[in-house]
């Protein structure tokens, strides 16, 4: 989608707030999604499932509920990861950055630097 300025990412995540204060997301016009006030709907995650390939690459093993749930002992389809992430926010690997039709996911040093590059 292009010209699409979009963050998804948790108000309450000092990383995601680290990392827009550090592209100055506000002052470039993006919109932020506050995933925990404002659940992801099932054609946003599509749209970014279509920009990376796989739900896979959206998915946070981070998340605590990874352990919870023992999925680390699982084997998961694709279906498997798009259900855990719209129930729960938690399995967004966050931020995830839309910028005109690039998308960058986590925070990962490497994807900061490329998503920097292109604001």
Do not use: H, W
């Not at 990874?66 to 966050?94: C, P, Q, V």
């Amino acid at each position: 989608m292009p010209g699409m300025k979009k963050i998804y990412c948790l108000s309450t995540c000092d990383t995601c707030n680290a990392i827009l204060k550090d592209i100055d997301a506000k002052k470039k016009g993006f919109q932020l999604q506050d995933i925990k006030t404002e659940k992801i709907s099932a054609a946003q995650l599509d749209e970014m499932k279509k920009m990376t390939g796989s739900y896979e690459a959206l998915f946070s093993r981070r998340a605590m509920k990874y352990k919870a749930l023992g999925l680390k002992d699982k084997s998961l389809s694709e279906k498997d990861y798009r259900n855990f992430i719209l129930e729960e926010y938690t399995f967004l690997k966050r931020p995830v950055v839309i910028l005109n039709n690039k998308i960058f996911i986590g925070s990962e040093k490497k994807t900061i630097e490329e998503l920097k590059k292109s604001v």
